[in-house]
Structures are given as structure tokens and as C-alpha cells.
């Protein structure tokens, strides 16, 4: 499930590398970038699942898949080359070894748990 993979991914993002970044100051609005694309990519989710008209939910499916799409290209391109620019390399390792262990954590889990729109929180 698309849903299930997206959050399974954006929760261990959050807590792993967006908090790390945060604390360094040259990648700080770029963790808070991603924050907002998550939440923006959390609350498109609750109203996909909400959504009866068919064509009301292709719209909103297409534009959720190219918001993902975007900030996929994003971390590619220019956030995961800075990350290895300004953090050391066994910081790197760390973070991708928690990162992995949350996501796994999220996987046994199950189910997708995006925050409902009214109280989906912005960071």
C-alpha cells in the first residue's frame, strides 16, 4: 500500500534526520523544507481517504504523486549531497542505522497512521 510505505518512510525521516539536521545550522531550513512537505504530503493523504467522488480522488492521488515525486527529487538532489557535505561520515552511518531501525518499527507496526487533517501538527 502506497499509504503505508509513504508514512513508514516520512515518520523515521522526521525523527532520524530532519531532527539531526535541525541542529546544524547550514541544513536547518532544509529539515524544516521537509517537515512542511510531509505534513502538506499527510494531510493530501487524509483526504484521499476520505474523498467518494472518483474523479475528485484521481486529482488528488495524481497531485499527492507528484508532491511526493518533488520532494524525492529534492532529497536526491540537493538535501542528501549537503547532508554529506556538512555531517561527518559516522554520523551518516548512525543516522542511517536509526533511521532503518524506526523504519522497521513503523513497518511491524502496520497500518498507515497520517495525522488526521484537523490535527495534522506543523512544524
Known sequence: ????????????????????????????????????????????????????????????????????EHHIEEEENDLLPHVREKMELSMRERLGSSFLEEKSKMFDKGGDNAPPEATAEIH
Do not use: C
Open 1 to 68: 500500500n502506497f499509504a503505508i510505505q509513504l508514512v513508514a518512510h516520512a515518520e523515521p525521516e522526521e525523527r532520524v534526520l530532519y531532527t539531526m539536521m535541525k541542529k546544524v545550522e547550514a541544513l536547518r531550513t532544509e529539515a524544516l523544507e521537509g517537515e512542511t512537505e510531509h505534513t502538506m504530503a499527510d494531510q493530501l493523504l487524509e483526504e484521499v481517504k476520505r474523498v467518494q467522488d472518483e474523479d475528485t480522488w484521481s486529482a488528488k492521488v495524481k497531485v499527492l504523486a507528484e508532491l511526493v
